[in-house]
Structure formats: C-alpha cells, structure tokens
C-alpha cells in the first residue's frame, strides 16, 4: 500500500498589516509497518528527561508533542554528548509535527515546573 499517512498543515496570521496564510495541502506519506506510539509523559524541570519511544516502533517517522501544561513551556531537542541541543520550544498548549530522525536520541525540560508531553510517533 502507499499513502497510508495524510498530514495537513495551515498557517494564518492576521496582525494589523501584517497578514499571511499558507497551508501545506495534502502530504502524502508511505507507512512501511503499521505501528504507532502514543504516551503521555512527565518532564521534569530539574533535568533533561529522554523523549520515550515505545518498543514496538521499529524506524521513527512522523512524530507530534504536545505540551498539555496550561502554564509552563518546555524544550526539546536532539542528544549530543549526553546533553540536549535545544531545538525548539513549545508553550503552554502548543504542538508541533516534525520528521524524527532514526538513531538520534530526543530530550525534553520543562521550564519552571514539570509538564505533561504528549507523544504521538509513527512507526516510518
């Protein structure tokens, strides 16, 4: 089978003069094995916690975090060396979609107070 994995993405901003919109229609992506991993994970604020990635997941592809916290942030990004390079950011609430990259290790820390991530992988 092919296209197994639909993923849309639109953008809007309306400030004033400032005005932008843009959508990224109708990604098609191939699913090799059907798996996925879904969790919600603590992240603690004193130490860089490892993004977990359930056992069944064989290649990692298209990954989705949330923040579930209603007030603190919390940043993620790659292992080098045994400390995270933060890569972004996600506010209280926000998510983001990325392509994960397979044999890198992912961290997150929370800013001021542990966070709940939600962690939605599937399987490339």
Not at 81 to 87: E, L, N
Not at 119 to 124: A, P, Y
């Amino acid at each position: 089978m092919a296209d197994e994995i639909a993923l849309t993405k639109t953008l809007r901003l309306n400030n004033g003069a400032l005005a932008r919109s843009w959508s990224s229609g109708n990604i098609l992506i191939d699913q090799s094995v059907a798996r996925m991993y879904s969790n919600t994970q603590v992240i603690g604020f004193a130490a860089e916690e490892v993004i977990a990635v359930g056992s069944d997941i064989s290649t990692l592809g298209i990954c989705t975090l949330k923040n579930l916290d209603s007030a603190n942030y919390v940043d993620w990004g790659p292992e080098s060396g045994g400390s995270m390079v933060v890569a972004g950011t996600l506010k209280a609430g926000e998510e983001f979609t990325l392509r994960l990259k397979p044999g890198v290790t992912y961290r997150a820390q929370a800013n001021t107070a542990a966070v709940t991530l939600s962690v939605d992988i599937l399987n490339d």
